[in-house]
């Protein structure tokens, strides 16, 4: 079923007002500001495939911004791709700036902080899908995130086609077949992410796809043991160091780093709650396996753009009533 979200019928006094709740209904909770005095109307038709949305999204200039304490009120486990159709946008996300033009394409990750200006009247086409849907590695998503695709490359013209016609069809589909070409849409991206880290991930055999699952859920169940090291989770699984090694191969990242993924995946989350059940930012780090305060910081300030204050504060500037 459409959905189609329009402010030509809505008073220009009102627009501003109206198209911010329109976007954060389509996509994420995100602060929206209109760069035009007396806003032209602006549309927004989305069709759900599954666990995919598609959306045309066609409006005026403006800037909007995902910060911590927006990403605290939900939405931070998933991804958008935007295909830009009319005008130009600018992305800003894990310390890169990159510029979209008619043709091209970027993945913003709602799980962390980031910018989008539109400076002119714009159209694009923008796919939405949970982190969850994808079967590629953390490391792959963020090969995909703030990188500009063009139709230079043979795999991107492919999916920036594909995603492009599966928009302009959507609306005439069977939902059954329209969530199998959303699957496919996000299989291609796959694809395009293993090209772009320059390798091809081996098909895991269901055996090690089993140990791999008992293995990761030990490690959430035991992230907050500052000894948790490959040799004491291998051990509790009667495996070699190298072969729980070889298993984190289909993660496309190293036993080491996925937990550290995990635990400031955790830290990220306890530092948004409210104020009224906050602890300090030492504190949750070490409630979460970090030994060293300062080690902590940097890592967050890699993994999210901000320190983990500066996430906590505007986290609970957002939740102050009238903020």
């Not at 992410?193 to 320059?198: C, I, Q, V």
């Not at 995990?262 to 949750?284: E, N, S, Y």
């Amino acid at each position: 079923m459409s959905v189609v979200l329009d402010t030509a019928e809505v008073p220009p006094a009102d627009r501003a007002e109206y198209w911010h709740e329109a976007v954060t209904r389509t996509f994420v909770p995100l602060d929206v500001a209109l760069l035009e005095r007396a806003p032209d109307p602006a549309v927004i038709v989305s069709h759900g495939l599954g666990a995919v949305q598609v959306s045309r999204v066609q409006a005026g200039p403006q800037r909007v911004e995902r910060s911590a304490g927006l990403i605290a009120r939900g939405g931070e486990d998933h991804l958008t791709l935007a295909l830009q159709h009319r005008g130009t946008a600018r992305l800003e996300q894990n310390g890169l700036r990159v510029e979209l033009r008619p043709g091209t394409f970027a993945v913003s990750d709602a799980g962390r902080p980031f910018a989008k200006e539109l400076t002119e009247p714009f159209d694009f086409t923008a796919l939405h899908w949970p982190r969850s849907a994808v079967g590629v590695s953390e490391e792959d998503l963020r090969v995909l995130t703030a990188t500009v695709f063009d139709t230079g490359d043979a795999t991107a013209r492919l999916v920036a086609a594909y995603v492009d016609r599966l928009a302009r069809s959507a609306g005439a589909m069977e939902p059954r077949s329209a969530a199998r070409l959303a699957t496919t849409a996000l299989d291609l991206l796959a694809v395009l992410a293993h090209e772009r880290r320059g390798r091809s991930v081996p098909e895991a055999p269901e055996a090690a796809l089993a140990t791999l699952a008992r293995v990761k859920d030990h490690v959430l169940r035991h992230l907050g043991d500052q000894d948790l090291s490959p040799e004491r989770i291998a051990a509790a699984h009667h495996v070699s160091v190298r072969h729980l090694h070889k298993l984190f191969r289909f993660e496309g990242v190293t036993v080491t780093r996925w937990i550290q993924r995990q635990r400031l995946d955790m830290c990220r989350r306890d530092l948004g709650r409210p104020a009224a059940g906050r602890a300090t930012v030492a504190a949750v780090a070490a409630r979460w396996g970090f030994a060293s305060a300062s080690h902590f910081s940097r890592a967050f300030r890699a993994a999210y753009g901000v320190s983990p204050r500066e996430w906590q504060a505007d986290a609970g500037a957002a939740a102050v009533p009238g903020r």
